[in-house]
């Protein structure tokens, strides 16, 4: 078979991250392997997410930036992901030089769509969705990989509804994979070099939900901790509704599983909480939080959070600022609510004006660096544990890698370090990442210290 090459764009969260990893290992089997120019591309996927206004747009202008491409050298063009889903056959018919529209379901089918298309040069759409939960089903890497972390999804869909959110109707309702195919996954990832998994789903803490096996996620957890090779393990997203005392214990007892735990509050006033339909109080929340920092004090904790919902008076606002004075994030990620069409709250009339989101965005985010420099500040001095991952993009000189806390951590190293969890003594703190030295009591040279990396 002829080797080709295919041009993934992606946008969007982790999910749409992994979903290009799975179709790139899928497209290799047919011959398909990635390219980072477009221009050399006989495949351009656009792999798009529509959570919001803006990576929607997005979407738009990649086409029109590839159109030429298409006239030029007539690579085959193609959307995924959450716009794919939403808008089907219309971007066929709002985009005349477009090949492929293929939903969030349908990844699997890509190989014989594709080929469809080179055979008969039609245009096609696959958007429904699956309930044989094929698409769910492990696309593994055929041979070693060169990154030593893992996206690894063991749930699609949500069942929530939250009132401004599309996912329940772009990634369908929720559905568990398989505790064995999970760890099967895993396995084969340790396999191929990976240390780190990180677990994807949108509400991981109602995995197991609908399986006929009976397992919960700390369940799931456990098992993964006992799997040889795996260093660390991970998970996101969590909803604070569902989030149970097993999976808080969880953090005491498997010491696989890092201290980060990523817990979205969206906002921290009752009344906006209650029109977004999300089922917990501020008040709740914080026990919540306070409840994981007894269990494990060295948790770092992040969240995302919403400005601007209709509605969202001066006093909810400041509502929102107290609990993120009270919580004391790691690091937050801030959205101005963006209205999706079909969703609940677009149709809702107490609409905050543009001006008045930007202004809050811009004192939350304000708020939240002072607050993320001073919790990166604390860690000044200590010696915290780094899982190497490659070169730093700063200086050819140093290596980069994340604390268990999930902070990014700079230090001078050769690339034989990569995938290993090296002792790193924190220098300096900066806002969005750390400075360090690799230590030990006698400050070793890099040989002595590929020992005391085992021991650690
Ligand atoms: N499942 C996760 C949860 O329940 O928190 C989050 C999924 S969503 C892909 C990621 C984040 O996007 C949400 O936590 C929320 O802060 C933000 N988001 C979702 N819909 C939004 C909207 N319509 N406008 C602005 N931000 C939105
Ligand atoms: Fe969207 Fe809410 Fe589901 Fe998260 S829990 S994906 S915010 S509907």
Same mark, same amino acid.
């Given at each position: ?47 798009? &997410?529509? #959570? ?112 401004? &959110?599309?996912?329940?109707? #772009? ?33 991981? /803490? ?98 995302? #959070? ?99 806390? /999930? ?12 995938? /290993? ?25 890099? &040989? ?9």
């Amino acid at each position: 078979m002829e080797a080709k090459r295919v041009y993934i764009e992606t946008y969007g969260c982790q999910m749409n991250e992994h979903d290009t990893e799975r179709i790139l290992c899928l497209l290799e089997r047919s011959c398909y392997f990635e390219t980072k120019d477009a221009k050399e591309a006989d495949f351009i996927l656009i792999n798009t &997410c529509s #959570v919001r206004e803006k990576p929607e747009h997005k979407v738009y202008s990649a086409l029109g930036r590839y159109k030429w491409l298409k006239e030029k050298r007539g690579a085959i063009i193609g959307v995924a992901g959450c716009v794919a889903q939403q808008e089907g056959n219309q971007l066929l018919d709002r985009v005349p030089y477009l090949d492929m529209v293929i939903g969030t379901h349908a990844i699997p089918m890509l190989p014989q769509l594709l080929q469809k298309i080179e055979v008969s040069g039609e245009r096609v759409c696959e958007t429904s969705f699956d309930r044989d939960k094929e698409y769910l089903k492990s696309i593994l890497p055929q041979k070693p990989l060169d990154k030593v972390k893992s996206y690894v999804t063991i749930m699609q869909g949500c069942d929530h509804f939250c009132s401004y &959110c599309i996912v329940p109707y #772009v990634r369908g309702r929720e559905q568990s994979r398989s505790s064995r195919e999970i760890i099967g996954e895993v396995k084969h990832l340790s396999e191929m070099g990976v240390k780190e998994v990180c677990l994807l789903g949108q509400n991981v /803490n109602s995995y197991g939900r609908g399986l006929e096996e009976a397992i919960s996620f700390p369940e799931l957890l456990s098992c993964i901790n006992s799997i040889e090779g795996i260093e660390r393990i991970r998970f996101t997203t969590s909803h604070p509704k569902d989030l149970s005392e097993e999976l808080i214990q969880a953090f005491s007892k498997l010491k696989k599983l890092c201290e980060h735990f990523h817990l979205p509050f969206q906002s921290g006033s009752n009344k906006i909480l209650k029109a977004m339909h999300r089922g917990y109080t501020k008040e709740s929340y914080l026990e919540k939080i306070d409840r994981l920092k007894e269990v494990c004090p060295s948790i770092a904790v992040t969240a995302d #959070v919403i400005v601007g919902f209709p509605g969202e008076e001066e006093e909810d606002f400041k509502e929102t600022l107290d609990l993120m004075e009270k919580v004391q994030f790691d690091d937050l990620f801030s959205f101005k609510y963006s209205p999706r069409k079909g969703t609940r709250a677009a149709q809702l009339q107490d609409k905050i004006e543009e001006k008045v989101k930007q202004e809050r965005l811009s004192i939350l985010q304000e708020f939240q660096k002072g607050i993320t420099l001073r919790k990166n500040q604390e860690l000044e001095d200590r010696v915290e544990e780094v899982l190497v991952e490659g070169q730093s993009k700063q200086s050819v000189q140093d290596v980069t890698g994340r604390t268990r806390s /999930n902070k990014i951590v700079n230090f001078e190293g050769d690339l034989g370090l990569v995938g /290993n969890l090296v002792p790193v003594q924190i220098t300096k703190a900066y806002a969005h990442s750390l400075k360090g030295e690799i230590t030990s009591a006698q400050g070793p040279s890099i &040989c002595k210290l590929q020992s005391m990396i085992c021991n650690f």
